[in-house]
Structures are given as C-alpha cells and as structure tokens.
C-alpha cells in the first residue's frame, strides 16, 4: 500500500499581500469580551432600537408586497431603485441644497461599503490619505486595506485643524509629496466619530480652498449630520463644490434603521460610474427589498418623525450620560459635549493607558471604546470614546458610576507607582 502522502496546506502562503496585511478590528476583538451577563457597554455605535418604526415597517412591508412584490424581490440596478435615488436626491436638494442631479448619486450596502469601493477606485498602494487623529476606524481600516499611507493632522473641539493641515500641505508640495501622490483628506466633519466634534463654515470652506489649490479629493462622511440636538445647522463640505472634488457618503443606518444596511455616495458622474463599476464585482446590487421599504417609508413623510424621535431621545441620553460624568469622573478627566450624534471622548490624565484599564473596566461590567484604535499610527492611550445612544438611562447612571471607581482606582495606582518608582533625584 502507498504512503500517504496528504499534508495540511499552509494557507498563509495562499493569501494575497493586502489579505495578509489585513488585521482585526481592534474594537470587535475587544467587544468579544463585553459579552457577559450583567455588562453594561458603552462601547458599540448602535442607535436605540427604542427608535425603531416596527409597526410602519410591517405595514409597509405587506403593501409593498402587495403592490411591487415581483419587482421588489428581484433584483435591481447597481446604481440603487430610481424612486428611491431620486428620494434621497431631493431631500438632499431641500435640506443641503446640493447642485445634484440622480446621475450623482448611488445606493450602498451601508456607509462601509462606500469607504470601501472608494478606496478601491481612488487608492494604490504607497498613495497618502490624510486624516484627523484620531479618526473613524472603519475609515482607517478601508484605507490600510488598499496598502494606503495614513498621514495624520491633529484636531481639536472643532474637529480638523485646516490651518496645520495647510502647513503640512506646504511642506508635502515643497518636496514633490515626498514622491507619493495626495489622493484625498477624510473627514467625519459633523459629530465626529469618535471625537462627536462639528467643524464650523469657516473651517470647511478652508478646507475646500486647499483641496483645489493643491489638487486633491475630500471624502465627507455624514452618518450623523441630522442627529442635531441643539446649535446652528452647518452646511456640509459638499455645499461648497463647484468642481466635483467632494465625494458625500450618507446613511440610513443611524436615523432609520441599521439592519437595512442602506446608504448613499454622492459625487461626480465619473466617480460614481466608477464605484458602480467596483460594486458590481462586489454585491452587484443593494438589497432591492429593503429600498422599496424605506422608499416608501420616505414617501409617507415618516423619516423626519422617525429623526425628530431620536433627537429627543439621544438628547436626554446625552445630558444624563454627561451629568453622570461631572458627578462620578475624578478630577483630571475631560471630556466633550457634541452637539449631536452618539459618542463623547473622554481624555483622562497622560499617566492613564485606557487599554490596560480595560480589562479592569470588563471585570466591574462596564465597557468602553480605546481610545488608540482610532489613530492610524500611535497616540489616544489615555483616551476613550463612550457612547451614549444605546444604554437605557439606569445603565447610564449605574455604568458611569462604575467607570468612575475604575477610573478612580486607576489614578491611584498610578500616583503611587509614580511616588514609589519615581527618578531617584525626584525626592532630593
């Protein structure tokens, strides 16, 4: 009888180089360990299902089926559902007054996929994206995985700092973009995840002036912009294009339903026959279904009721999770108020590496977002981000409450490690 000769491949040597480059996201590998009884997490993104129109969307749903049953369940037009696209061109016309026409805009599978497929269609590998830090990390990790250069500029309460980002402009062009090519500046300018910071006019229009002096490309990322609580409305990037150079991703996902996975990229005819070109090798169509619905649902003139119910709730959820904190956080700890959106970003004192506390905060049941997963390099380890859209009020009272003894303790081991190993000529 023959040896046996079979072995196990080594699949490692089968991967292509940007699989290989891939690695996991480091908040779904820390939200492994949020899953246990009695944990309160501040850690994911997620809308309050609270929000949710279950009862419109069931009606809707059998209507659909009644009326468009074999067009809805087949399947559709890369570019998205005509009614639709041409919804959300209109209500994009009304409410940003977009210079649009619905060859300018295409449906996604989510806001993700748009990052993705543009990264696709923009990137080659060694080509410079620069971005805030810290920054969305779905952004970043779209970026990294088309084997793009992150450069970073620093922001602060009002997002991007456009006036350090022209200065390293400055230097990039003196030296030939150090042989690398500028392809675009990512933003979320409007609640920033995870920062939850709003860029004003002044810096956006800045921001433009830049992208056409020196000759790149903007991706806005708005998942957030109609999650106002309070404040003047600001016109987005987009407003301001007169030369097709912004791309606008839009999102269903935080003031509809998530689950839907429906989004939008607005741009110029020839970037979205592009990223129509790429979605076709990747899904070939959003969900035809769940276009119809949400279509409808726009129709019936249930979105700004649907939008206004979650302003009001993430309002109150907002005020109770920042109250908690000016209550329960040590003194030494910051943290921002935002004007919209789901997150605030707590800085705690340099000594205080949030990763490390981590695991402290998982053992008393509370759980955050590091701060570091959001910068493309190194940086934010004495930061974090908490959100505050999901929790029902009394977990909000009680994890903050929580998070404060984590962080309390934290400080005092700190001070006495420093006091006990300090320089030796700190007690001369």
């Given at each position: 009888?023959?040896?046996?000769t079979?072995k196990?491949?080594?699949?490692e040597?089968?991967?292509?180089?940007?699989?290989?480059?891939?690695?996991?996201?480091?908040?779904?590998?820390l939200?492994?360990?949020t899953?246990?009884?009695?944990?309160?997490?501040?850690?994911?993104?997620?809308?309050?299902?609270?929000t949710?129109?279950?009862?419109?969307?069931?009606e809707?749903?059998?209507?659909?089926?009644q009326?468009?049953?074999?067009?809805?369940?087949q399947y559709?037009t890369?570019?998205g559902y005509?009614?639709?696209?041409n919804?959300i061109?209109?209500r994009c016309?009304?409410?940003?007054?977009?210079?649009i026409e619905?060859?300018?805009?295409?449906v996604t599978?989510?806001?993700q996929?748009?990052?993705?497929l543009?990264s696709r269609i923009?990137i080659?590998?060694?080509?410079?994206?620069i971005?805030t830090?810290p920054t969305?990390?779905?952004?970043l990790s779209?970026?990294?995985?088309?084997?793009g250069e992150?450069?970073?500029?620093?922001?602060d309460e009002f997002?991007?700092q456009?006036?350090?980002?022209?200065?390293k402009l400055?230097?990039m062009?003196?030296?030939d973009?150090y042989?690398?090519?500028?392809?675009?500046?990512?933003?979320v300018?409007?609640?920033d995840?995870?920062t939850g910071?709003?860029?004003?006019?002044?810096?956006?229009?800045?921001?433009?002036?830049?992208?056409?002096e020196?000759n790149?490309?903007?991706?806005?990322?708005?998942p957030?912009?109609?999650?106002r609580f309070?404040g003047e409305?600001?016109k987005?990037?987009k407003?301001?294009?007169?030369?097709?150079?912004v791309i606008?991703l839009g999102?269903f996902s935080?003031?509809f339903v998530?689950g839907?996975?429906?989004?939008?990229?607005?741009?110029?005819?020839?970037?979205?026959?592009k990223i129509a070109?790429?979605?076709?090798?990747?899904?070939l169509?959003?969900?035809?279904?769940t276009?119809y619905?949400?279509y409808?649902?726009m129709?019936?003139g249930?979105?700004d009721?649907?939008?206004?119910?979650?302003?009001?709730?993430y309002?109150?959820?907002?005020?109770?999770?920042?109250?908690?904190?000016?209550?329960?956080?040590?003194?030494g700890t910051?943290?921002?108020?935002?004007q919209?959106?789901l997150?605030t970003?707590?800085?705690?004192p340099?000594?205080?590496d949030?990763r490390?506390?981590?695991m402290?905060?998982?053992q008393e049941?509370?759980?955050?977002?590091?701060?570091?997963?959001f910068?493309?390099?190194?940086g934010?380890?004495n930061?974090m981000r908490?959100?505050?859209?999901?929790?029902?009020?009394?977990d909000?009272?009680?994890?903050i409450k929580?998070?404060g003894n984590?962080i309390?303790?934290?400080?005092?081991?700190?001070e006495e490690t420093a006091?006990?190993?300090?320089?030796?000529?700190s007690?001369?």
């Amino acid at each position: 009888m023959a040896p046996d000769t079979k072995k196990k491949p080594q699949l490692e040597e089968f991967f292509s180089d940007r699989a290989k480059a891939m690695k996991a996201s480091v908040i779904r590998e820390l939200l492994k360990l949020t899953q246990q009884p009695n944990m309160i997490s501040f850690a994911g993104g997620l809308p309050n299902p609270v929000t949710f129109p279950v009862e419109n969307i069931k009606e809707i749903c059998l209507e659909v089926l009644q009326r468009d049953g074999n067009a809805a369940l087949q399947y559709e037009t890369t570019e998205g559902y005509s009614k639709f696209r041409n919804a959300i061109m209109e209500r994009c016309r009304k409410k940003y007054c977009f210079k649009i026409e619905v060859s300018n805009l295409l449906v996604t599978s989510g806001s993700q996929q748009g990052l993705d497929l543009l990264s696709r269609i923009l990137i080659n590998a060694g080509d410079t994206i620069i971005t805030t830090a810290p920054t969305y990390l779905g952004g970043l990790s779209a970026f990294l995985g088309y084997r793009g250069e992150i450069e970073i500029v620093p922001m602060d309460e009002f997002g991007m700092q456009t006036d350090v980002l022209e200065e390293k402009l400055k230097r990039m062009h003196a030296h030939d973009a150090y042989g690398k090519k500028l392809k675009f500046v990512y933003v979320v300018p409007t609640f920033d995840n995870p920062t939850g910071a709003t860029m004003p006019e002044k810096r956006r229009k800045h921001l433009y002036n830049l992208a056409s002096e020196y000759n790149f490309l903007i991706i806005e990322d708005d998942p957030y912009g109609e999650l106002r609580f309070e404040g003047e409305d600001v016109k987005p990037i987009k407003y301001h294009d007169d030369e097709g150079r912004v791309i606008y991703l839009g999102t269903f996902s935080k003031i509809f339903v998530p689950g839907f996975r429906l989004a939008w990229a607005i741009g110029s005819e020839e970037i979205i026959r592009k990223i129509a070109i790429a979605k076709q090798s990747t899904d070939l169509c959003t969900n035809t279904f769940t276009q119809y619905l949400t279509y409808n649902f726009m129709e019936r003139g249930l979105l700004d009721k649907c939008i206004e119910k979650s302003r009001k709730l993430y309002k109150g959820k907002r005020d109770l999770m920042l109250a908690c904190m000016k209550e329960n956080f040590p003194e030494g700890t910051e943290w921002t108020k935002p004007q919209g959106g789901l997150f605030t970003w707590v800085t705690l004192p340099p000594s205080i590496d949030t990763r490390d506390m981590f695991m402290h905060a998982v053992q008393e049941k509370v759980a955050y977002v590091i701060g570091s997963a959001f910068y493309p390099n190194d940086g934010g380890h004495n930061t974090m981000r908490l959100n505050f859209s999901y929790s029902s009020d009394g977990d909000i009272v009680e994890g903050i409450k929580r998070l404060g003894n984590v962080i309390r303790k934290e400080m005092t081991v700190k001070e006495e490690t420093a006091y006990t190993y300090g320089p030796k000529d700190s007690l001369v």
